[in-house]
Structures are given as structure tokens and as C-alpha cells.
């Protein structure tokens, strides 16, 4: 499925919306949405790193329970 998105969104700006981090991690901008408002906007890696951050609280608690449960909206430009 990942292969799939890769090929289809190459030269284009996606949006993808994704319960699971491997999704977002090659995307050039994540925006954290809570509520319906943005909480939080970056890189993966500035957000996976951002110390008491929204995402990073959630992907460190993803990693320990091995379950889905975080929703970003992305835009890719390959």
C-alpha cells in the first residue's frame, strides 16, 4: 500500500490523512490535527523530536501499545 501511495503521488502535492506513523514519514510537512484545528506543524522528524509534543507524546505512546491511534493531515511533494 505504501509503494502504491509513493508511485501515485510523485510530482504532486497529496494530502493524506493516516492513523499510522510509516504513512507520514517520508511527508515533507505533518500537520497535527486536534478538534478540528491545527496543534501542531512540521517535519516528521521536528515533531517526532519536539520534547512534550502532541505528536511526539503520541508516536512514543504508539511505539509502546503497537496500535494506531494518531491522525495528521500531510502534504507530500515528491
Not at 499510522?20 to 523530536?49: F, P
Amino acid at each position: 500500500m505504501l509503494d502504491a501511495l509513493d508511485n501515485i503521488m510523485v510530482n504532486r502535492t497529496s494530502i493524506v490523512v493516516a492513523h499510522r506513523l510509516t504513512t507520514v514519514e517520508k511527508c515533507t510537512r505533518v500537520a497535527v490535527i486536534e478538534d478540528g484545528k491545527v496543534v501542531e506543524e512540521g517535519t516528521y522528524a521536528s515533531l517526532k523530536e519536539r520534547q512534550n509534543g502532541y505528536f511526539a507524546n503520541i508516536a512514543t505512546g504508539m511505539a509502546k501499545n503497537n496500535k494506531p491511534a494518531l491522525q495528521t493531515t500531510s502534504e507530500i511533494t515528491n
